[in-house]
Each structure stands twice: as structure tokens, then as C-alpha cells.
């Protein structure tokens, strides 16, 4: 059984594409964890409800709950942060509370955005610095338990219908695709429905049709070509060291 640490900004940012996988995970017996940074609570979305920042980032923690209990996730970790500032803070502070989980959680691969964030917040493009940053920092201070850093991205290929915003990667940079099966889509779909807030979002962009062919990864440090089709593959975790 190998360990997976999932690292993303916003609540929805884990169901907007690699849900599904992560179900598939949890399926086939890994320890899937998840940090969160912030609790989302700056999304425009909340003038729909009347709701004050407090109070939306209270309703998407609880949502972010449900969410942990559809996918089976081993663990769920919401921190604090300002949704849409990062950018402002020190990083030093957000590296330390990154660094933190990681030492707790011990995982053998982690996986955040790729450098372009694939939509281009700015809070999606400080999670990829830090946590590049962080898992640099411990591989050189000994911590041998990580193998694998993946960069959640999608493709630029078959971009039918997709918002003009989101990037993907040529080709050559993904290093992983991983396929899942009915059953890990559906209970990816079950988890998106969680959301309650974004509804509307969720049904006029259905996210999951971006992954429909696998969900993608570039891997820091390696080239794989052809990819890999496990992000577990290669790694000595596979046979339980």
C-alpha cells in the first residue's frame, strides 16, 4: 500500500479533475490524504447566497466533509489560509504548514497543480511553488519516504468544449495518465455534487469530461515517454517497502 498526499488551495480544486482517481486509490487499498489551504471562502458565489466570507467559508469546509466521506479519503486537512492571498503572504509560512502535513502524513508520492495552475489563479500558481519547494526541501534533508512529486495538468489535446481559460500540457510533458473505471467516475461525480454552492458551476462546466481519457501528470525531476499509466509505477511502495 503506498501513500498519496493530495495538495490543493480550494475546496472543489481535488473534484474538478482528479476525484476520480482518488476514488480508484482508496479502491485498490493506498492511503489517499488531502490539504486543502484554504477554506474558499472569497468565491463569487457567495453573493448568490448572501453569505459573508466567515460564513461561506464555513458552508464549503462542511461540504469539503462530505466530500472526504464520498471519495473515503484516509484524511482531510482544511487549513486557514485567505482564499485568493496567497500570493500576499509570506512563503516561508505557507511552506512551514505544507512542510508540516507532509512530515505527519509521510507520503511516498505528493501531487499539486503544474506550474500553470491549469485555470491561472495565482493561488493555484503559489501551490505549485510550494510545494515544489517544500518537497526539494525534505528529499535534501533525508526524508526518503518521497518518491514521487505529480503535477496534476491537464492535456492540450481534445480541448472540445473546454472554457478558454484552462491550459494543459503538450504531449511530452505528461509523464502519467491514469485511467479509472466507471464506478471511481461516478463516485467522482458523487463527490463534485457535494458542493452544493457550485451547482450551477458544476452542471454548466461538468469538470469530469476534461479527465474523461485519464487523468494527467507531469512528474518533477522525470521523462516518461510513453507515460506511465500508475503514479505508483517504478516506485519500490508497489511491493510495500
Same mark, same amino acid.
Given at each position: 500500500?503506498?501513500?498519496?498526499?493530495?495538495?490543493?488551495?480550494?475546496?472543489?480544486?481535488?473534484?474538478?479533475?482528479?476525484?476520480?482517481?482518488?476514488?480508484?486509490?482508496?479502491?485498490?487499498?493506498?492511503?489517499?490524504?488531502?490539504?486543502?489551504?484554504?477554506?474558499?471562502?472569497?468565491?463569487?458565489?457567495?453573493?448568490?447566497?448572501?453569505?459573508?466570507?466567515?460564513?461561506?467559508?464555513?458552508?464549503?469546509?462542511?461540504?469539503?466533509?462530505?466530500?472526504?466521506?464520498?471519495?473515503?479519503?484516509?484524511?482531510?486537512?482544511?487549513?486557514?489560509?485567505?482564499?485568493?492571498?496567497?500570493?500576499?503572504?509570506?512563503?516561508?509560512?505557507?511552506?512551514?504548514?505544507?512542510?508540516?502535513?507532509?512530515?505527519?502524513?509521510?507520503?511516498?508520492?505528493?501531487? %499539486? +497543480?503544474?506550474?500553470?495552475?491549469?485555470?491561472?489563479? $495565482?493561488?493555484?500558481? @503559489? *501551490?505549485?511553488? #510550494?510545494?515544489?519547494?517544500? &518537497?526539494?526541501?525534505?528529499?535534501?534533508?533525508?526524508?526518503?519516504?518521497?518518491?514521487?512529486?505529480?503535477?496534476?495538468?491537464?492535456?492540450?489535446?481534445?480541448?472540445?468544449?473546454?472554457?478558454?481559460?484552462?491550459?494543459?500540457?503538450?504531449?511530452?510533458?505528461?509523464?502519467?495518465?491514469?485511467?479509472?473505471?466507471?464506478?471511481?467516475?461516478?463516485?467522482?461525480?458523487?463527490?463534485?455534487?457535494?458542493?452544493? %454552492? +457550485?451547482?450551477?458551476?458544476?452542471?454548466?462546466?461538468? $469538470?469530469?469530461?476534461? @479527465? *474523461?481519457?485519464? #487523468?494527467?501528470?507531469?512528474? &518533477?525531476?522525470?521523462?516518461?515517454?510513453?507515460?506511465?499509466?500508475?503514479?505508483?509505477?517504478?516506485?519500490?511502495?508497489?511491493?510495500?517497502?
Amino acid at each position: 500500500m503506498a501513500r498519496i498526499l493530495y495538495v490543493f488551495p480550494h475546496p472543489d480544486d481535488e473534484s474538478f479533475g482528479p476525484g476520480p482517481l482518488m476514488a480508484k486509490q482508496r479502491r485498490q487499498g493506498h492511503a489517499v490524504y488531502l490539504l486543502t489551504l484554504t477554506r474558499g471562502e472569497a468565491t463569487t458565489q457567495r453573493a448568490r447566497y448572501g453569505y459573508s466570507k466567515e460564513e461561506m467559508g464555513a458552508v464549503r469546509y462542511r461540504e469539503m466533509q462530505a466530500v472526504a466521506q464520498t471519495l473515503g479519503l484516509t484524511d482531510l486537512t482544511v487549513l486557514d489560509f485567505p482564499d485568493g492571498g496567497l500570493a500576499d503572504l509570506d512563503p516561508r509560512v505557507l511552506e512551514e504548514a505544507v512542510a508540516a502535513c507532509v512530515e505527519r502524513v509521510q507520503p511516498n508520492v505528493v501531487v %499539486t +497543480y503544474a506550474v500553470h495552475g491549469i485555470s491561472g489563479h $495565482p493561488d493555484h500558481l @503559489v *501551490a505549485h511553488a #510550494v510545494v515544489k519547494r517544500v &518537497f526539494c526541501a525534505l528529499r535534501a534533508e533525508g526524508a526518503g519516504y518521497l518518491r514521487r512529486l505529480a503535477f496534476f495538468t491537464l492535456t492540450e489535446e481534445n480541448t472540445t468544449n473546454r472554457p478558454a481559460h484552462l491550459k494543459g500540457s503538450p504531449p511530452e510533458a505528461i509523464d502519467c495518465t491514469v485511467a479509472f473505471e466507471e464506478a471511481d467516475r461516478a463516485q467522482g461525480k458523487a463527490a463534485l455534487a457535494c458542493y452544493e %454552492t +457550485y451547482r450551477d458551476v458544476v452542471e454548466a462546466h461538468q $469538470p469530469l469530461r476534461h @479527465v *474523461a481519457g485519464g #487523468v494527467c501528470f507531469s512528474l &518533477f525531476g522525470e521523462q516518461r515517454q510513453p507515460p506511465l499509466d500508475d503514479l505508483f509505477a517504478g516506485l519500490a511502495v508497489e511491493q510495500g517497502s
